[in-house]
């Protein structure tokens, strides 16, 4: 194997939105989790990593560039996917370019990796869930690992845990399991991105800055110090659980709400309850931020309650992003309309970058351009006409979309395919 011949794979994985929140684990090496949880997938049309992986006998050592910069491999949870990742290598051939790879080799043959994500990384729109689901999938294509998307989710939950829930489409749950080696700690697929195709999804991104505390430090924290995380994880998310998945399976959007909303407030309260108290939804480098959220939670309490049936779910993971949860495209044209006549964007930006993802609901809400957001009219259901122009800094539409995919378009490769390094 004294050849110049580099080998890759590129794919793509979607990012993920718990629904029942992961908050506390039992085992920090393995990322054990003290409950199970339930994720949406988020369409990869509009949010998703992409990872190229390569393999070379002129490489030297492990490599890898996030977003165009090149990181360290050293820590823990990068060398644990790589390990158990090697450890399932299987022979590998390419008959055409005359290139065999046997099962051995693996051990002594170094990886380049580079990963994208197309959206703010680590600012609590799980970036380390794609990112880590991605890697794992993509190097188990590279090394023709004969594992199931399941038996993978195992391994990326040793990256983080919220990705093991980035391996499927559609509605997922993270089983977490009784075994003391993590081994029936995985997630399964509850049903795919077509069960539930009303549903549309808008974030409101608030902050794409880093957060302050890591959902790694923060849930440990939880778990020393807070006595509601023991009584949520023993006694709240077993039978939420339950409700949820039949929520799910039968598209009963009241309940499916009702739940994801108490389950975020509750997971907001345990980060309340921890010593000493953990803010995500107040990003104290940004006042407005509380009065946005308070705003939000209870103005969609407010709706829901006008309109007799709930239209809209929120729920907040470890920052203040809102990522709400429209029942059908009708809801989420009147949630847009909403939103955009309490938050406008400020006068120097244009619509279309103040809207990412699937602008097609602009044109249900009649929102062709600033004009027409400007003569929105006061929304019936609340007495206020006070807008906040700046406070979100824009907004992502997606909907419930699918899990990883090979990308066979090497253009679309992040590596060099000659000499293995970035384009
Ligand atoms: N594409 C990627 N490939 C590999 N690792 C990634 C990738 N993107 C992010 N990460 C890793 O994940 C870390 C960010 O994780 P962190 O949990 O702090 O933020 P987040 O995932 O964006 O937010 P949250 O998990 O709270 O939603 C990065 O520092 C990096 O180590
Ligand atoms: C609030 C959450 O988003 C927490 C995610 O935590 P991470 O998966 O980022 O934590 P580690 O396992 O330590 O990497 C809730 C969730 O996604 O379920």
Redesign the pocket.
Known sequence: MGEKWVLMKTAQTPTNIAVIKYWGKRDETLILPVNDSISVTLDPAHLC?T?TVAVSPAFQQDR?W??GKE?SLS?GR?QNCLREIRKRAREVEDKERGIKIEKKDWEKLHLHIA???NF?????????????A??VFALAKLMNVSEDESQLSAIARQ??G?ACRSLFGGFVKWIMGKEDDGSDSLAVQLVDEKHWEDLFIIIAVVSSR??ET???SGMRESVETSSLLQHRAKEVVPKRTIQMEEAIQYRDFASFAKLACADSNQFHAVCLDTLPPIFYMNDTSHRQVLVYICWIISYVEKWNRSEGTPQVAYTF???PNAVLIARDRKAAAQLIQRLLFYFPPKSDTDLDSYLLGDKTILKDAGLEGLEDVKALSPPPENGSAQKYPGDVSYFICTRPGKGPILLSNDKLALLDPETGLPK
């Open positions: 990593t990872t890898m996030l977003n990181m820590g990068y990963s994208y994500n703010p990384t680590a600012a609590g729109l799980a970036s380390s869930a794609a990112g880590f991605c890697l990256g983080s919220s880093q957060k890591s959902s790694t993971d470890a920052g």
